[in-house]
């Protein structure tokens, strides 16, 4: 008989240190070739050939594991678009992308916890409007370059770099806690530890009746949904933490107290691969 576990185990690939290689995509902002102006032999090299500046504050496991993806520019540049995002999410992106917007306040006061490729932080931002305030916070500088160019015509914006693990980079002191506070794709990405920080921390930035949204993966997705069988592949190659959110609810990463304070809703999508989560603080 079929045994996903067994299937899981025998997935073979090591994450750490992979190298892809991706075709030359156009990219028609200047403004982002400039940020990235290391040449495209360079895309496949790992952190250690890349200029200190990209690599600078930058955690072992992103430069380990996703050098390829967030923190080598030419690679950057070149993902950095909405097509890339749909064809990684097999084409549900759009309907994730719409719960989040949908959870957002036109005039109030948002963060993303990690920037994403594609149009996302653009949509965000123009949906809080000129009357709110919309933060992004990330870990890489180049990611970090990318989210300011992509929101520098919306003057209600601001963009960090931070760890999310830190309480203090997700709502630094004197800021006030937000209305919402979400992370698209995130959580499947960082170390196990780290899971229970950033979730913590996303839920103690938003203010007394504010709402925490995560769109993350989830599963296994249905025994007719192809991805059940070669996706557990996919992680073991490329995305070691993603598998945990197949085997673990995201508010069992809550403190407990933390978690009694809100109310907690959970839709899932393409056929169980994905899941959007919803935590709306108790307090009026
Ligand atoms: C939010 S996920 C989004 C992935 C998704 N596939 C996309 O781009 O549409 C990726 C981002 O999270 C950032 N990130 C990873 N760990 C982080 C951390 N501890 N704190 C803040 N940002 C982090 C990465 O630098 C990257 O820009």
Redesign the pocket.
């Known amino acids: 008989m079929f045994s996903l576990n067994s299937l899981i185990r025998s997935a073979t690939g090591k994450a750490a240190g992979c190298r892809k290689s991706f075709r030359s995509l156009s990219n028609t902002r200047p403004e982002l070739q400039e940020a990235s102006s290391v040449s495209v032999g360079n895309m496949v090299r790992g952190p250690e050939r890349l200029d200190s500046r990209w690599t600078k504050g930058v955690p072992d496991y992103?430069k380990d594991i996703?050098t390829w993806a967030?923190v080598n520019p030419t690679n950057v540049r070149l993902l950095d678009h909405q097509f890339v995002?749909d064809a990684?999410l097999f084409f549900n992106a759009r309907v994730l992308e719409r719960c989040v917007l949908d959870n957002l306040a036109v005039g109030s006061h948002v963060i993303q916890?990690?920037?994403?490729?594609?149009h996302?932080c653009p949509d965000a931002a123009k949906k809080v409007g000129p009357t709110g305030r919309f933060s992004v916070?990330?870990?890489?500088p180049i990611?970090v370059e990318h989210a300011k160019v992509k929101l520098q015509e919306f003057p209600w914006t601001t963009v960090r770099a931070?760890?999310?693990?830190d309480f203090s980079?997700v709502l630094p002191e004197g800021e006030t806690p937000y209305d919402t506070t979400y992370?698209?794709?995130?959580l499947h990405?960082?170390p196990d530890k780290?899971k229970y920080e950033?979730v913590d921390n996303m839920l103690k930035s938003v203010k007394k009746g504010g709402t925490v949204v995560w769109v993350e993966y989830h599963g296994p997705p249905y025994w007719y949904n192809p991805t059940r069988y070669f996706m557990p592949f996919i992680f073991r190659w490329l995305e070691p933490f993603a598998l945990r959110m197949w085997e673990s609810e995201i508010e069992s990463f809550a403190n407990a107290e933390l978690k009694k304070q809100f109310t907690w809703t959970k839709e899932v999508y393409g056929g169980n691969l994905y899941q959007v989560v919803i935590a709306k603080h108790n307090g009026a």
């Open positions: 992103m996703y967030y995002v990684i916890v990690g920037h994403t490729h594609g996302l916070v990330d870990i890489t990611q931070g760890d999310a693990s980079s992370a698209f794709m995130l990405e960082i780290m950033v």
